[in-house]
């Protein structure tokens, strides 16, 4: 199939006069045909030609007149002798973007954290949400909730979610595209809101100083590639397992569970053992005033300890809220899940309110507004510095160096179709600087890597920055109008497991 060249049939020559003129009908830019949308083919492939080399000549050309113009010369000294993006960097936008911001919630809890080598930025970024209530009722200028803790449950119940998707597929031949997705990363360190509701409400959570990171926690890619290792071992185990007709259902519920034991091993001897769930542990902390104090709780009686009257903030308020999305792939006010994503087997799914970024940007604002933090997910890497902290679309000058506009014709929803952009960092807003005519203009950003970045761990964002990259924030439906939390009662459109939705920050 397919190894004969084509013929042509009656009527080719008229189709492609219809294509040509179609064709030239197109606004042309920089000799492309850019288009809006990819929902069907511009034109049928009908235009029969045979595959190009590239021809040296061509290229000896191109450097000909390329290094004729001074200007490139130029480029070439500064581009070929350090990183072009510090050669580009924008130093008015630098100037411009100013940690100065007129909206700002009264308490943004402290200390900058860090996560360093390793994945764990939703479970930071959420615990930062969590832990302002706390410090408030308990008198703290630093607190932190452990991170390792959540961590720790995480990759346990990811394991057993990876390995219950593997016997549920076990029918689908093993080159499927799902099949592959599983395989390709079963217990990413990343994670969504939900996900951490969902650990949370089954273990509980513990202060920092009981269960510390491990030197694993904090550098995690030896345990992520020896759990990986094993877990694609148990899953042809499995698959084996399920299409062995001698096999029964307490046979593959042994297996499983032997599996399942010894990812608990390699997670306690890495990790360390964590803080019984069941058991009541004694937190010793002195509050800002000095005074030595005493909590007893369980995790699961402390992680309900998160209540703050000043702030309106409790743990089922939390629990709760809900993650508006900015994808503009598809219609706002539709709900979205994605298929076999989550952590927990039976926990809550991954939902999405897609909306407008205007509503989007609303919805934060009146967060802020009312003193409250916000877990946000974004492409953090796209014209974003580490050392200034800066995220801003002038940040770096690709047309002056390369007399080329980066991304060209690619919006917000082409990036997101082929790739080129996706939710890979989770962060926290607490404050926005509004002009005279009510538009946000900048936005403040507590980060999750160390004091050493930004300004001692703070990041800004310009307004124009978070059109572009941002594509979720976690907000308190109160804060939203009626007719989108009506998009909660909606069937949801299920998105497949590698769309770029179902990447994990």
């Not at 130029?74 to 072009?84: F, M, V, W």
């Not at 990811?158 to 093993?174: R, V």
């Not at 202060?207 to 990171?213: E, G």
């Not at 060209?408 to 990036?415: H, Q, V």
Request: glycine share 6%.
């Amino acid at each position: 199939m397919g190894a004969q060249q084509s013929k042509s049939s009656p009527g080719t020559a008229d189709h492609e006069k219809v294509v040509l003129d179609r064709l030239h009908s197109l606004q042309l830019e920089d000799d492309f045909v850019h288009v809006d949308g990819e929902k069907g083919a511009l034109f049928n492939r009908s235009i029969i030609r045979n595959p190009e080399e590239l021809a040296v000549e061509r290229t000896l050309d191109w450097q000909s007149k390329l290094l004729a113009d001074p200007k490139n010369r130029l480029a070439l000294s500064a581009l070929s002798s350090a990183n072009p993006r510090d050669v580009l960097t924008s130093r008015t936008t630098k100037i411009a973007d100013q940690h100065v911001f007129n909206v700002r919630i009264p308490f943004e809890g402290a200390p900058i954290t860090n996560q360093r080598s390793s994945g764990r930025c939703w479970l930071f970024a959420s615990t930062n949400v969590f832990r302002v209530a706390i410090m408030k009722k308990y008198n703290l200028d630093s607190f932190e909730l452990s991170q390792a803790y959540l961590f720790f449950w995480d990759k346990l119940e990811k394991s057993n979610y990876f390995l219950e998707n593997i016997i549920e597929t076990a029918d689908q031949p093993l080159d499927e595209r799902l099949v592959q997705r599983l395989l390709a990363d079963p217990i990413s360190d990343g994670g969504q809101f939900d996900m951490v509701i969902n650990i949370v409400e089954k273990y509980g959570l513990v202060p920092q100083t009981l269960y510390p990171d491990s030197w694993n926690a904090m550098t995690s890619s030896t345990i992520n590639s020896i759990i990986v290792a094993k877990l694609r071992e148990y899953a042809v185990i499995l698959r084996r397992l399920v299409n062995n007709s001698a096999a029964t259902v307490s046979t593959l519920s042994a297996a499983k569970d032997k599996m399942m034991h010894e990812v608990h091993l390699i997670l306690t001897l890495t990790l360390g053992p964590p803080p019984s769930t069941t058991e009541e542990f004694e937190w010793n902390f002195l509050d800002k005033d000095g005074r030595a104090r005493t909590v007893i709780s369980t995790p699961h009686k402390f992680s309900k300890d998160i209540s703050s009257q000043e702030f309106r903030i409790t743990n089922a308020a939390i629990a709760s809220m809900v993650s508006v999305v900015h994808d503009p792939r598809h219609e706002p006010l539709s709900l979205m899940t994605v298929d076999r994503l989550g952590n927990i087997v039976g926990g809550r799914g991954i939902t999405y309110i897609n909306v407008d970024m205007e509503t989007l940007k609303q919805a934060c604002i009146s967060m802020l507004r009312a003193g409250l933090p916000i877990f946000f997910g974004s492409d953090v890497g796209k014209y974003s510095e580490r050392v200034s902290g800066i995220m801003d679309l002038d940040l770096y000058d690709y047309e002056l160096g390369f007399n080329i506009s980066l991304y060209g014709s690619l919006d917000k929803a082409a990036r997101l179709r082929v790739g080129e952009s996706a939710m890979t960092h989770a962060m926290v807003l607490t404050a926005v600087h509004i002009d005279d005519d009510g538009k946000s203009v900048r936005w403040r950003v507590q980060n999750s890597w160390g004091t050493d970045v930004g300004s001692k761990g703070w990041f800004v964002m310009s307004d124009a920055w978070m059109d572009e990259f941002v594509y979720q924030a976690v907000v308190d439906p109160r804060f939203l109008a009626k007719k989108v939390r009506d998009v909660l009662n909606k069937e949801p459109i299920v998105l497949p497991l590698w769309d770029p939705m179902g990447s994990l920050a």
